[in-house]
């Protein structure tokens, strides 16, 4: 985890639960509803890192404010306490801990959501989102045959749902691509910088400039990784809410 991770909460039993982790410098806590709609509204406006969510609040339920919040952007990652057998949802959480549950369980689950890379909720559209970084790359001329290029369409799809793992690429990204492809840190940085300075050299300068714009440093020529992927994401994010709009 790289800075305090973000936390809301989602149940009646909040006052007890926002004792224990506003007491945990791991974790910002930035409130709590035990009441459906409101913990959703506070959710979709906030945008938490992680939440813990009761399955049974007032109003809306536990079950179906997950459902809502896998039609977000970028979507939080979940601790589900689960008081009745959980029906087979399309949707699932990042962890389920069984109700009744001590706040040490409840805090052990919360601490491993939020060392994934990626929220599980944003699982369901990951096809769609590497679907995306791919006719980008293909627009703006990224040389098929360079290693970064693969590197780059994960990453960008990764960093559309998941801002968080821009925060160090030396301890968030880059690791998490290294895994991905069995790769080192070090050789997927290299791999990325090679991938974008042939683009800068040979790729379609007209792509560049319509998808980049005034977004690159003249004087440097080409971006870093960091601008690079971060603008690639953006542009992910953008296409994946316009087809997200398009299927309500």
């Known amino acids: 985890m790289l800075t305090p991770c973000r936390l809301y909460i989602a ?10 982790f506003s007491a945990d410098a791991r974790f910002f806590l930035l409130g709590g509803s035990g009441e459906g709609a409101a913990a959703l509204g506070d959710i979709l ?9 009761d399955e049974v609040l007032l109003g809306l339920d ?3 404010a997950l459902r809502r919040m896998a039609a977000m952007l970028t979507p939080p990652r979940v601790v589900l306490m689960a008081r009745v057998a959980m029906p087979q949802e399309s949707v699932i959480p990042d962890e ?17 959501a939020a060392q994934r890379a990626l929220p599980a909720l944003a699982a369901p559209w990951e096809e769609t989102r590497m679907e995306i970084a791919e006719s980008l790359l293909k627009r703006l001329g990224v040389p ?11 990453a ?19 690791p998490y691509l290294a895994a991905a492809f069995g790769a080192t840190p070090q050789a997927v940085e290299r791999a990325i910088r090679t ?3 042939s683009t ?8 560049i400039q319509a998808l980049f714009g005034l977004s690159v440093d003249a004087e440097k020529g080409k971006p870093t990784n960091a601008e690079c992927l971060a603008m690639l994401a953006e542009h992910v994010r953008r296409e994946m809410a316009r087809r997200m709009r398009k299927d309500q």
Do not use: I
């Not at 389920?96 to 491993?112: H, N």
């Not at 098929?144 to 994960?154: S, V």
């Not at 960008?156 to 880059?174: I, V």
């Open 11 to 20: 149940s009646p039993d909040e006052v007890r639960l926002e004792r224990l």
């Open 45 to 53: 406006s906030l945008c938490p890192d992680a939440v813990v969510l």
């Open 62 to 64: 536990g079950l179906e």
């Open 96 to 112: 389920t801990v069984p109700y009744p549950c001590g706040g040490e369980e409840v805090r052990a689950a919360a601490l491993r």
């Open 144 to 154: 098929r045959r360079l290693k970064g290029r693969a590197y780059m369409q994960r």
């Open 156 to 174: 960008a799809a990764a960093l559309a749902c998941a801002p968080r793992l821009g925060e160090s690429y030396s301890s968030g990204l880059y």
């Open 195 to 197: 991938a974008v300075e």
């Open 200 to 207: 800068w050299l040979s790729g379609d300068l007209e792509a």
